[in-house]
């Protein structure tokens, strides 16, 4: 048996997985596809294909990507689910008020001000 943690990657090619593994959370589909918001389709289309080149499964095919397998499947997904927001004008409208939402509410106080205040 194989172990997984053990893998046929560069050191290139795991920082760059592991880069976008980290970023997955808290990255806008802009920000995942290194895009100003204000890209035209063509900019989204480019940058979404020159990253597909770069981490699309079938780019590893037959290689030992160990523990990365389930990364490099992730970091697919949710490039191909950012591109499909965006390059679709109803779905990117939609995604972009709900930006503007989240920029304009006020984050929860922290718990030191809470705190303050009950006292």
């Known amino acids: 048996m194989s172990d997984p943690t053990q893998n046929d990657l560069t050191d ?31 900019a989204i289309r480019d940058a979404y294909f020159a990253l597909s080149r ?9 290689r030992n990507l160990g523990e990365y397998r389930t990364r490099v499947d992730e970091v697919f997904r949710m490039l191909t689910r950012a591109y499909d927001v965006l390059s679709n004008a109803k779905q990117r409208a939609g995604y972009d008020l709900h930006l503007e939402s989240l920029e304009s509410t006020p984050p929860p106080p922290s718990a030191a001000a809470s705190a303050a205040v009950s006292a």
């Open 12 to 42: 290139e090619e795991r920082a760059a997985i592991d880069a976008l593994w980290a970023r997955r959370l808290t990255s806008t589909h802009y920000q995942l596809l290194g895009v100003s918001r204000s890209a035209e389709r063509k």
């Open 54 to 62: 770069r981490f699309h499964p079938d780019v590893f095919f037959k």
